[in-house]
């Protein structure tokens, strides 16, 4: 390779092509080559070693914009800007120099439409016969349609992590083997690990999750191993503090291209609360089967179906024993009843105490369980054959448990069986454990002496009555508990006087068909003496006396089980009721921000194109039509992020008083002339904390909304504010999100006395463009909702239909003094000033870095583009000293403004860095980092809006 450095200046010289020849018969070879070249889809071209094109094809010229014997001569300085024809010019002489080629080099330029117009570019050095360089020689593939596709899927992969994010659910990837990949942020909040716990340790997962009831393969510690399709799962999983939480799982499986699994995409909601609620529910309904088999024993020998029953009830909430047993302990008579599954025996407790370390026994004198884990072949329990009975062969693990009355034994033929938290739901059976052993004593008295009706029917909680015929002749002093009175007021009445209607004409009935051997069970409002009443549930059995057939009648007060279960039910409905406010608000949010993003492009640029229009021109005019277009959807956008809670812009001290007295005359046009608008507002109201432009909003929305009301009818509409001290929160009926917290709070009350609301319309007023007239007026209510929520406060509606309808906004009182109000800014503002210095525009929107870029330039100003954080921080790292400001979107993909306005304070603590967003300053302003801006710029805004802000940050005196 020759040294010889070819000469830069891009003057045209002969080309070697021109001496190019082929010897074909009737073929001229520099057609021919020609005509190959043309056929090619690429860009093909040679260029000497001043740069000028000696042989290109016909894709290159029109590339180019001219045709191939243009462009023959002349260098890319005649079609290119000049930035780009020097790239191409430094790329060249690269190439000639060093001798190398450059493969897929990535390169674009602005065609004659204005489209960027991107290539893979191929160059190699151009040869004479004694190998030096004298030119190069390159193709071309364009690659625009591919980087815009590649654009686009970054953009909607942007936008599903961002919703990743902010989810409340686990979501993650699971590797068959058990590892999880690509947690969200959720992930901390419920298990209390960190992302880097789950990196560093490929068997945490494994570790903390308890498999519980799982479809397919399952192994320890891991639910699904090759489940196919949509599978849904419940486990436990134990958080870095050590608690247990209850996880639903949605999984599908991930397969590749041969149908090979590669893992579960899973998608994990915290349901502790739930489980929590629905094994109280099972928990009590255990107890209530429980008691009811303990109330139907009539012989010693039936206490061996409560076992069952107890042991049923016990698997139900997580406890599985392959026996159960129960050692009833009467100190006082020197005695223990020891039940099985197959025996009822009674022992002396000398006999108990003389086995050496007898589990029963030590549980019973210390109070504390005795767990053995895995039994040895010497178990002391073999010395004893007479007890053999009580010890079945097979059995891993036991559990003696002490409680009030005696002691609970389960045994397992697995080793390890129970745990801490096993004893924990075992501890919850105690009562119903008490109750059989009381009951269980009872029966055996019973058996032994003469009192054994009076022992069994007096031990039970629940009313027992005797009725003979269809009246009462006998009750338990349950009954007098639960129906109050005496003995002497219930015998000899009626039983159909302590039920009310309809059972009360069905009662004859009902006992006649249990008399017939048909045992009747049925729930009814039952009445006590007093006229009180109570729900019960009533189950009626026939018993042989000697006289004859007789009837025993169970009461039992349910009502506390069903006002739970109205609780739970009225709590599920607030919960679904905001998770879908929430819901639409997050949606709401993220189109309005988007939205605004779009509105930028529409203002700056009709802005800047009346920079070059006359005045007098109708396409002066057209803009600025295009720009009151856009202003009106901007305050849509506000609206929108009004109902997300996200609207708040500029807060102050506000007085609710003052403000309603300041849109008095607009209020009054606002409504018809029927009706009579009456203000009573109290006088020295607390200021309050909040954005006054949006509060004026809910003034006007609720006076439309109270106006809409009235229709063409004559009413009365009145406004009133006041302050009042809430100590415990007023009561969730008709109160929109959660009670305020304990407080004083200004209020706004606007009552009117139109057509009033249904409690189906009631429900659906704050949804997002419902409403019941025959147009409607778009967010209104909704908005109104929003901006209470972001506000901190609460909305109070009482609606009848035919009275009318009252709202009650609650706003909390603030403690700075009341202001007077922003300065109105001014429409050109910053439009005529000018500066000077470098400013970088950070923002992944192309339109709003194109809208800042030309309005900056305007301005004198140099202007620097970064499409997202990493790159802004990357540009000020090699171009800090030249930059005088730096313009960050909140948003980017990579690393947030935020997150770059804090890497570029680092590089330069002095650097001017103004923030720009949909999204409220507030939200700005509080976001990790924020604080330390220098200036915010409110997404849309004009030339002369940026133009402010940036002169602001700067400090550039008017």
């Known amino acids: 390779m020759s040294s010889r450095q070819p000469d830069p200046s891009p003057q045209p010289t002969r080309s070697r092509a ?139 992969r942007e936008r599903i992590e961002a919703f990743l994010r902010s989810a409340d659910d686990l979501v993650y990837f699971r590797t068959p083997s058990g590892q999880v990949t690509m947690l969200n942020d959720a992930h901390e909040r419920i298990t209390g690990y960190f992302r880097s716990d789950f990196e560093a340790d490929d068997g945490l997962w494994r570790r903390i999750v308890q498999p519980v009831e799982f479809m397919g393969d399952t192994g320890p510690g891991y639910p699904v191993r090759a489940a196919t399709g949509l599978v849904e799962v419940q486990y436990r999983l134990r958080t870095r503090q050590g608690d247990w939480r209850w996880i639903h799982s949605k999984m599908v499986a991930a397969k590749d291209e041969t149908g090979k699994l590669m893992g579960h995409n899973c998608v994990d909601r915290d349901i502790t609360a739930i489980k929590r609620s629905e094994e109280q529910l099972r928990l009590r309904g255990a107890q209530d089967r429980i008691r009811a088999e303990t109330l139907r024993m009539r012989k010693r020998e039936e206490v061996r179906g409560v076992l069952a029953t107890l042991r049923a009830a016990l698997a139900e909430t997580g406890v599985r024993c392959d026996e159960c047993s129960v050692a009833v302990v009467n100190e006082e008579l020197g005695s223990l009843i020891m039940v099985t599954s197959d025996s009822v025996a009674r022992r002396s407790l000398d006999d108990i105490d003389g086995l050496p370390a007898s589990p029963i026994w030590k549980a019973w004198t210390t109070g504390r369980p005795v767990y053995r884990a895995d039994l040895l072949a010497d178990d002391p329990w073999s010395e004893r054959p007479d007890l053999r009975d009580w010890a079945p062969e097979g059995r891993r693990s036991v559990l003696d448990l002490p409680f009030g009355r005696g002691v609970l034994g389960l045994n397992s033929h697995r080793p390890h069986a129970f745990s801490d938290d096993d004893m924990g739901r075992i501890r919850e059976f105690e009562p119903v454990l008490n109750e059989i052993c009381t009951r269980l004593e009872d029966l055996w008295r019973a058996e032994e002496s003469e009192d054994r009706y009076a022992a069994i029917f007096d031990a039970a909680s629940d009313a027992i009555l005797i009725v003979e015929g269809d009246r009462i002749a006998d009750c338990n002093v349950g009954t007098l508990v639960h129906f109050g009175g005496s003995k002497a007021d219930l015998v000899g009445r009626p039983v159909a006087d302590l039920v009310c209607e309809p059972t009360r004409e069905q009662i004859g009935g009902m006992l006649a068909r249990a008399r017939d051997g048909d045992r009747q069970s049925f729930e009814c409002e039952c009445r006590r003496v007093g006229g009180s009443t109570f729900e019960a549930e009533i189950g009626v059995d026939p ?36 998770q879908k406010l929430e819901s639409l608000g997050v949606l709401a949010g993220g189109i309005a921000h988007d939205f605004n993003n779009l509105l930028v492009g529409v203002l700056g640029n009709a802005a800047l194109a009346q920079m070059h229009v006359d005045e007098k021109s109708p396409a002066h005019q057209a803009m600025e039509q295009i720009e009151t277009a856009a202003l009106r959807a901007s305050d849509l956008a506000k609206q929108m992020l009004a109902y997300s809670g996200r609207g708040k812009f500029v807060v102050d001290t506000v007085d609710l008083s003052e403000l309603v007295a300041e849109m008095i005359h607009l209020l009054r046009a606002s409504i018809s002339k029927k009706a009579e ?126 009275v009318g309808t009252c709202f009650t906004v609650l706003f909390p009182v603030g403690e700075g003094e009341i202001s007077d109000g922003p300065e109105p800014a001014k429409a050109d503002e910053g439009t005529e000033w000018h500066g000077g210095g470098a400013i970088l525009v950070a923002d992944d929107e192309e339109t709003v870095r194109r809208v800042a870029r030309m309005a900056l330039e305007h301005a004198g100003f140099e202007v620097f583009e970064a499409v997202d954080g990493a790159e802004a921080v990357q540009v000020y790292t090699e171009r800090g000293p030249e930059i005088a400001a730096v313009l960050l979107d909140m948003t980017m993909p990579r690393l947030s403004g935020p997150e770059a306005l804090s890497q570029i304070l680092t590089i330069d603590p002095e650097a001017r860095i103004i923030l720009s967003s949909g999204y409220s300053e507030m939200d700005a302003r509080e976001a990790e980092g924020g604080s330390r801006a220098a200036g915010f710029v409110q997404k849309p805004y004009r030339p002369s809006e940026l133009l402010s802000g940036i002169r602001a940050a700067l400090g550039t005196p008017e």
């Open 18 to 156: 021109d001496d190019f020849r082929l010897d074909l018969p009737g073929i001229e070879p520099q057609g021919l080559l020609q005509t190959i070249l043309d056929s090619l889809p690429y860009q093909v071209y040679a260029k000497d070693a001043q740069g000028c094109f000696i042989l290109a094809n016909q894709g290159t010229a029109e590339a180019l914009g001219t045709t191939v014997p243009s462009l023959l001569g002349r260098t890319d300085f005649d079609f290119m800007d000049e930035m780009h024809a020097a790239k191409h010019r430094a790329d060249d002489m690269e190439v000639m120099t060093t001798g190398r080629g450059s493969m897929d080099e990535p390169y674009y330029f602005t065609d004659e439409t204005g489209r960027e117009r991107w290539y893979a570019a191929t160059k190699m050095p151009l040869l004479n016969d004694e190998d030096e360089a004298v030119g190069v020689v390159g193709i071309n593939i364009e690659i625009t349609d591919q980087r815009n596709a590649e654009s686009a899927l970054r953009a909607a």
């Open 543 to 578: 018993v042989h006396f000697s006289h004859g057939i007789g009837l025993i009648m169970v009461v039992r007060d349910v009502s506390e089980r069903k006002r739970t279960e109205a609780e739970r039910k009225r709590i599920e409905t607030q919960m679904q009721h905001a």
């Open 677 to 802: 608008l009456v203000l009573d507002l109290a006088d020295d109201l607390p200021g309050i904390e909040g954005d006054a432009t949006q509060i004026r909003q809910v003034v006007m929305n609720l006076i439309t909304n109270a106006a809409d009301a009235l229709g063409e009818e004559e009413g009365r509409i009145e406004v009133t504010t006041g302050w009042r001290d809430v100590v415990e929160g007023p009561s969730d009926e008709g109160m929109e999100g959660q009670g305020p917290a304990p407080g004083r709070y200004a209020y706004l009350q606007v009552r009117d006395t139109g057509c009033g609301m249904d409690a189906e319309t009631r429900e659906r007023i704050f949804e997002p463009f419902y409403t019941t007239k025959f147009a409607g007026r778009g967010l209104g209510l909704s908005a109104v909702l929003g901006i209470v929520r972001g506000h901190h406060g609460a909305l109070l509606v009482e609606s009848e239909p035919g």
